[in-house]
């Protein structure tokens, strides 16, 4: 019993010397932990001090550090072209043909030629003249243009050319870095720098004749610089510069750019149709002001009410009011009409969008499907080609009704100009043309491809809806 008790007080006192051993060991003899931690802070201390006093602090922490805008603009000026156009003067006659001179921007969107700029660059031309950033020249064909957007696309025959990549305009920013890309009062490939100062601006330039959702920016842009590229910073295309506000003709400080994803469909509608594909809701709608949205019981001062339905429309169809807020479109915001027609902008007839909107207090949803100006489905808009102006008349294809309803197809007459050679032939609206000297004709591509290059008198053949038998029209094309 002695020697057990001998030996727990001998394995005790081992356990305890070993406990001190170690105490002592790892605080005064080798302390490890303690001194990686006491040096890690100094260390973390040292660099702190180091960093805020080195020139790296400085462009972080001022929010007008520099940016590298060297390969963004060295990616987009070769795709930036000069563009001359040549409208004729007044006074000008057949003998003696006199023209003023315009100039202008455009940006190469293709390899193969094709040129977006604006329809006030180009309009009423009857030639226009491409220089590229090499100084190559070339004369630039129409492919189609629309006034509602003012946007134009010309192509001209070259191969291999730089182009730009369009950018997703609804990723921009406020404050995001942009770059304005023209040719200012003839200075060629000539690059600003600015930022993005506001979205879905409308100034009015296109006189409420037009969809206006203008990119602000601060970026100088003068007379020359107009159907230029606006780029981010990865040198992507996000917009088309289009106007400025000014009191005396020059730059003050505000530019405005049509967004790239309006330009896109704009763009690609003309070259599969030869015209925009616009879809409508069929409806009238303004702002919703502080006082309204208070009324209403929105949390937020946001969207657009309708104020008036077209009978059998879009919305109508789609279940909407007189008196919704519409608060989205496919998950995008509408908190302003411009913001809402930017929107809708972008999309065709028989296309069907998500609907947002607030009634009775409530937020809900619907699906409107969007119709064209006939209020169908069908891909159908009203052409205005050089050439068909020069006739004196407005064109478009017959919608599935009209064709359903006569078992023919043909091309329908909108309007007819007075005292132009489509008006002296004695052509009248609704006149449905079904052949060209003998050659027949289905679509508005197939009369201007006739047409094109045919010089001397012309029989046009076809028949009104409403009055039986046929109507020959003929008349000089000199």
Do not use: C
């Not at 499907?369 to 050089?386: E, H």
């Amino acid at each position: 019993m002695k020697n057990s008790i001998q030996s727990v007080k001998l394995i005790g006192s081992s356990i305890l010397g070993a406990m001190i051993g170690v105490f002592i060991y790892t605080t005064l003899v080798n302390p490890t932990e303690l001194i990686y931690i006491k040096q890690s802070e100094k260390a973390q201390l040292a660099a702190e001090r180091e960093f805020v006093l080195s020139e790296r602090a400085n462009a972080v922490f001022k929010s007008s550090a520099p940016t590298d805008f060297i390969n963004a603009a060295s990616s987009s000026v070769e795709s930036v072209v000069f563009i001359e156009s040549f409208v004729p003067a007044n006074g000008s006659t057949y003998q003696v043909k006199r023209s003023v001179k315009s100039t202008g921007s455009g940006v190469i969107i293709s390899n193969d030629g094709y040129i977006v700029t604006n329809n006030h660059v180009i309009e009423n031309a009857e030639k226009i003249q491409v220089t590229l950033n090499n100084n190559k020249e070339y004369k630039a064909k129409v492919i189609g243009f629309d006034e509602q957007t003012d946007l134009a696309l010309l192509k001209i025959e070259s191969t291999q050319l730089d182009y730009v990549v369009f950018g997703n305009s609804d990723s921009l920013l406020i404050g995001e870095w942009v770059l304005a890309v023209g040719n200012p009062f003839r200075l060629q490939s000539t690059v600003t720098a600015g930022i993005v100062s506001a979205k879905a601006r409308n100034i009015n330039v296109l006189q409420k004749q037009g969809i206006e959702s203008f990119i602000q920016t601060d970026a100088a842009v003068n007379p020359g610089n107009s159907g230029g590229a606006l780029i981010n910073t990865n040198g992507e295309l996000v917009g088309i510069n289009t106007a400025i506000l000014s009191s005396t003709g020059g730059y003050e400080g505000f530019s405005f750019a049509i967004p790239s994803k309006l330009v896109k469909k704009v763009v690609r509608d003309i070259k599969e149709y030869g015209v925009v594909q616009r879809g409508w809701m069929g409806v009238t709608i303004y702002n919703v002001d502080a006082p309204l949205a208070e009324e209403l019981g929105l949390a937020d001062v946001k969207g657009v009410m309708i104020d008036a339905l077209t009978r059998g429309g879009a919305a109508k169809a789609g279940g909407l009011q007189k008196g919704d807020v519409l608060l989205s479109i496919n998950d995008i915001q509408t908190n302003t009409t411009p913001r809402f027609t930017e929107i809708i902008g972008q999309f065709r007839p028989g296309d069907i969008l998500k609907v947002k909107f607030f009634r009775n207090g409530k937020e809900q949803f619907t699906n409107v499907q969007l119709r064209n100006q006939l209020n169908t489905t069908d891909y159908v808009a009203v052409r205005k080609d050089k050439l068909l102006i020069d006739i004196g008349f407005e064109l478009r294809e017959m919608d599935s009704a009209e064709i359903s309803r006569n078992d023919e197809k043909g091309v329908y007459v909108v309007s007819v100009y007075k005292n132009s050679k489509a008006g002296s032939a004695n052509i009248e609206p609704g006149y449905i043309i079904t052949s060209i000297n003998d050659q027949e004709v289905r679509t508005v591509n197939e009369l201007i491809k006739i047409m094109e290059n045919y010089i001397g008198p012309v029989v046009f053949n076809g028949y009104y809806e409403n009055y039986p038998g046929e109507f020959p029209y003929t008349f000089n094309l000199n």
